[in-house]
């Protein structure tokens, strides 16, 4: 295989630190199957490019997986779920038309000071669309009204699907109070459940940023370091 690796830039999590990323540089004709094994070695995928942290100095991105079948919801988990229960999730094969709009609402209200504002549609197709992975999506609805989306890749090895991988996140911001995106992250582990699945993907844990915290409830889950998968549980987290 064949990679990149991009310029140093101002880290996105750490401040007064800079980051390099890893990027898969090869014209293949089987990105999915690239795609599987990557994932599975810590890489991660945004629109087209597919890419690990690479910084010489840190190692401080720690890639999550969550074991599906052996995940059991923490007690402030399931006081979300009851808060949420007169909500219902789905699994949607293709974006809707209502999704950006749920999207601009989102960006403006809820990162408004943040490098994905002003929203666009050129920016929300850019991590939507994917010309050799178009990504399922998990819907929220409160009665009829769409209330979150929770953009995911299935990832497979051929023979089955093995996992999700969480991308992207939005929702109504009058739903933030309700822990809304606690209770995505615990649908799209309901409907991996539901299809076979064995990890869910959450993307790149980093301890020293409050708000990557939260990846690290879901127990129990693996870690990606030192070129490995290390198991978290009650007792070692």
């Not at 101002?10 to 890893?22: G, I, T, V, W």
């Not at 109070?177 to 790149?204: P, V």
């Amino acid at each position: 295989m064949r990679f990149g690796i991009t310029q140093v830039f101002p880290c996105s999590y750490l401040a007064n630190h800079h980051e390099q990323l890893l990027v898969f540089a090869e014209e293949d004709t089987d990105l999915a199957l690239r795609y599987s094994q990557l994932i599975q070695a810590g890489f991660r995928r945004s629109g087209e490019q597919v890419y690990r942290p690479h910084c010489p100095q840190c190692d401080a991105c720690q890639s999550v997986r969550v074991l599906v079948n052996a995940f059991t919801p923490s007690r402030s988990q399931k006081r979300v779920l009851g808060k949420n229960r007169h909500l219902r999730s789905a699994v949607s094969y293709q974006p809707g038309e209502d999704y950006y709009p749920l999207y601009e609402h989102y960006i403006c209200e809820r990162h408004a000071d943040g490098s994905m504002f002003p929203p666009s549609r050129d920016q929300f197709n850019s991590f939507i669309d994917c010309q050799w992975k178009q990504p399922v999506f998990i819907e929220a609805y409160d009665d009829d009204k769409l209330i979150a989306v929770a953009v995911t890749d299935m990832i497979d090895d051929r023979v089955r699907h093995t996992g999700m991988s969480a991308l992207y996140t939005f929702f109504d911001p009058a739903y933030g109070d309700t822990s809304i995106g606690t209770w995505m992250i615990l649908q799209q582990l309901r409907h991996a459940k539901a299809m076979g699945m064995d990890y869910l993907y959450l993307g790149y844990q980093v301890d020293a940023c409050p708000k990557m915290a939260y990846k690290s409830r879901f127990l129990p889950h693996e870690r990606f370091y030192h070129n490995k998968w290390h198991r978290i549980d009650k007792k070692t987290a």
